[in-house]
Each structure stands twice: as structure tokens, then as C-alpha cells.
């Protein structure tokens, strides 16, 4: 008998290596091995308080669009809303860590990578673009860290002491159950979607992964 899984699981197993590539990036195994350059590490928290602020409008569109969504969609703005209460701890948090670090993210300018993530996040807020494709895009860019600083936070890493914090706050078993929340919801929108939607939503789910790549790259470079 065929085994029946769901679409998500489906395009984990089809793009497993980029997902891999994505989750398991160099910068990422270099804070697990302990070898982190902490220019990367000061790179990435600037560039990354970039991000998330554009991240919060995507946000807030998709919980618009969980409201306006039909009956089985009701549960869903509980579980987006949660999402966007962990954005503004982020934000709060990204500026303690960055005085922490003495990284000035006033003066931060975006990179590229950073840039043309940020417009990817912009396109999804476009009112042609489906909730089911916003959410999956939403699913994928949270479950990336949660599964990358899980990653570091495993019995026999060698992550160091002051980047523990960074880890559990993406890495912690709460943000799992979120991104399995999340996920669940992509999974029950792809069941009922078109054939075409399904397209767009893999595209966006790949597209994601490539940023995802590029972001780490970008911070893996430190400059
Ligand atoms: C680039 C990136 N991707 C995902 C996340 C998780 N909110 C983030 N903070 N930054």
C-alpha cells in the first residue's frame, strides 16, 4: 500500500539536500563546533535585525489573511498571533544582544542577500498571493532556525557559552511546537488547494531554502 503523506513531508524528501544545505549551513556548524569567527556571529545579528523587522509586516498580513479566511482558518490566528508576540521579544532581544556585542544597529546598512530576501517577503504580501502560499513560506522560514539552532544545542555540541542564548531562543522545544503548529496549518491549506496554488506554494518553499543559503553565506563571509 502506498504510504500517505503529507505535502510538506513530500517536498522535505524531494529537496532534502537543499533543506540540508539550508539547516546544516558552514555557519551554522561552526557555532556547533565551536569554532565560530564572531565577526560571521556580529555580521549575522545586524543583518538579522534587518530581516526580522521586514518579517513583522509579513506577518501581519498573514494573520489578516487568517482572519478573513474561512471557518477552519479560526484557530490559526492563535497560532500566528503567538508568532508575532515572539517578533517583538526578538526585536527587544536583538537590541540588548547587540549592545552586548558592541554592534551599533543603527548603522547597520542591508546586504544584497539581506535586500533581496527582504523583497521576497515583500512579494508575498501581494493580495494576489494566496494564504496557503504566505503561510507555507512562513512555516519554512521559522522551521530554518528552529531546526539550524537545534542543531547547536544537541548532547556533544561544543556551541559556546555566550552563544547558548542565541540557540535556545530558535533552538528551544516551544518554537518546535510552534513551527509543528505552523506547519499543520501549510498541510491542511495544500490538501484543499489547486493544483496550481501547490505549484506556487513549492516554489515558494524552494525560494525560501535559497534565501535561507544565501543569508547564512552572506554572514558566513563577516563583512
Ligand atoms: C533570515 C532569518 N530567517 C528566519 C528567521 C526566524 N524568524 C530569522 N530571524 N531570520
Known amino acids: 500500500m502506498e504510504e500517505k503523506i503529507t505535502m510538506t513531508e513530500r517536498w522535505l524528501r524531494k529537496h532534502s539536500l537543499l533543506y540540508v544545505g539550508a539547516t546544516r549551513h558552514p555557519f551554522i556548524r561552526s557555532i556547533r563546533d565551536g569554532n565560530i569567527d564572531l565577526s560571521s556571529f ?15 509586516p509579513l506577518v501581519s498580513s498573514v494573520l ?18 503567538g508568532g508575532m508576540a515572539a517578533l517583538n521579544d526578538e526585536i527587544a532581544w536583538f537590541k540588548k544582544e547587540a ?9 547597520i546598512v542591508s546586504q544584497k542577500a539581506n535586500q533581496e530576501y527582504c523583497r521576497f517577503l515583500e512579494s508575498l504580501m501581494n493580495p494576489e498571493v494566496k ?4 503561510i507555507v513560506a512562513f ?5 530554518v532556525y528552529q531546526e539550524s539552532f537545534a542543531h547547536c544545542l544537541e548532547d556533544g555540541c561544543k556551541t559556546p557559552a555566550e552563544l547558548q542564548e542565541t540557540c535556545q531562543r530558535w533552538g528551544n522545544e516551544g518554537s518546535g511546537l510552534y513551527c509543528n ?7 491542511r491549506q495544500l490538501q484543499k488547494a489547486s493544483d496550481d496554488v ?21 554572514s558566513y563571509g563577516g563583512t
Open 131 to 134: 494564504y496557503t502560499v504566505a
Open 64 to 81: 489578516t489573511n487568517a482572519w478573513k479566511g474561512s471557518d477552519d482558518s479560526s484557530n490559526d490566528m492563535e497560532v500566528i498571533l
Open 139 to 143: 512555516w519554512a522560514i521559522e522551521a
Open 42 to 56: 556580529k555580521t549575522w545579528l545586524g543583518q538579522d535585525y534587518i530581516f526580522v523587522r521586514a518579517f513583522v
Open 99 to 107: 549592545s552586548k556585542w558592541d554592534v551599533h544597529l543603527s548603522n
Open 181 to 187: 503548529s505552523l506547519r499543520k496549518i501549510a498541510d
Open 198 to 218: 501547490k505549484t506556487k506554494a513549492e516554489v515558494a518553499f524552494l525560494r525560501v531554502l535559497e534565501h535561507e543559503v544565501d543569508f547564512w553565506n552572506m
